[in-house]
């Protein structure tokens, strides 16, 4: 059995911008905020406050984080990699911080410059800190299902790194399949290791689609009875410091799916559909998901 209702997170301001080749302006990506609003997300973590050497394309988060219109009953989230980006955070009002940290120790040092060990203590004070000041936690765990540099990750090591961000504070851990590596029995097996460790409550997937497996995957994760998923419309996405990391999930198909499962998203699919055409068009390059396609020859 599957759920009849699931949370999707959209990713796509942040996950989906932070490696296109185009920088989009911010007055576009408060606009395309708004309309994701629109659609009916119940969360959106809207940008990052890194180092905008490392990522140019969202070294405006600030600006976005100041424009966008807020419904109160959306989640908006900010992803950040220590107390610099806290304070950037702190400085807007968005409700969510975002961590993330790797469970290989090659691409943790190559996204953030540090290894695991020196890692924690920097999210340590992050986590202490948002939490003082009254924001909620979520984490990140990358290349749960494979790295770039390493190959496969024992799971006992992605167990051991989620332990310790759940022990720091964090109330969500989303499992990132960083590049797309992950199969269908690969996830049946990964989640029946997490399940001796972890609420499913607590946890959520992060699919991306480099190989068109991701919606195979977040099929395995229902069945499982995971309600939360990581997307971003269009497709849009993928980590610069993953070597052949493409997109996340597009948010599209993935609605498309659920709903023909007779599963409930609360998103708007014609609604959804407009905000993708939006982006594509500030863009400048067709989105890669399938919805898109379908919906381009309309
Ligand atoms: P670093 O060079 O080690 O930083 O970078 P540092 O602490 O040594 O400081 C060096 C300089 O950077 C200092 O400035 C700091 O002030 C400044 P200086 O004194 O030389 O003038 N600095 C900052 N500036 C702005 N914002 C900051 C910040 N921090 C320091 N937050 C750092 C370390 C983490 C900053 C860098 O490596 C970085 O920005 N990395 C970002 C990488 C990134 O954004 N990757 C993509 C997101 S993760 C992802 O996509 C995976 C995920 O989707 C899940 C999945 O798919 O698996 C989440
Ligand atoms: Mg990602």
Not at 31 to 60: C, M, R
Not at 172 to 199: C, M, W, Y
Request: proline letters at 5%; aromatic letters at 6%; glycine letters at 8%.
């Amino acid at each position: 059995t599957v759920p009849k209702e699931v949370i999707i997170k959209e990713v796509g301001p942040r996950d989906g911008l932070q490696n296109q080749p185009s920088e989009v302006p911010a007055e576009d990506k408060i606009n395309w905020i708004n309309q994701l609003t629109e659609a009916g997300y119940s969360y959106i973590e809207i940008s990052s406050f890194v180092h905008p050497k490392w990522i140019p394309q969202l070294k405006d988060a600030r600006q976005v984080a100041a424009g966008i219109k807020r419904d109160p009953s959306v989640t908006y989230a900010a992803l950040v990699p220590n107390m610099k980006g806290l304070e950037g955070a702190l400085e807007t009002d968005v409700d969510e911080i975002s961590v993330f940290m790797s469970a290989s120790e090659t691409h943790n040092k190559k996204n953030i410059n540090k290894s695991l060990s020196e890692t924690y203590p920097v999210l340590k004070e992050v986590i202490d800190e948002a939490r003082l000041a009254g924001k909620t936690v979520r984490g990140y765990v990358s290349t749960v299902f494979g790295c770039p540099y390493e190959g496969d990750i024992p799971t006992d090591q992605v167990i051991e790194v989620s332990k310790r961000l759940f022990d720091l504070g964090i109330e969500e851990l989303s499992l990132g399949d960083t590049i797309g590596a992950a199969n269908p029995l690969q996830v049946d097996r990964v989640l029946t290791e997490l399940e001796k460790h972890f609420t499913f409550g607590q946890l959520a997937m992060h699919f991306h689609n480099t190989r068109g497996m991701a919606l195979a995957n977040t099929l395995v994760s229902l069945e499982h009875g995971i309600i939360t998923f990581d997307g971003a419309l269009g497709g849009l996405g993928g980590c610069p410091y993953a070597k052949g990391a493409s997109g996340n999930v597009a948010t599209d198909d993935l609605v498309h799916m659920l709903h023909q499962m007779d599963i409930r998203t609360g998103i708007d699919e014609t609604k959804l559909q407009k905000a993708a055409r939006f982006i594509q068009s500030k863009l400048n390059s067709a989105l890669p998901s399938h919805q898109m396609q379908i919906w381009n020859k309309q």
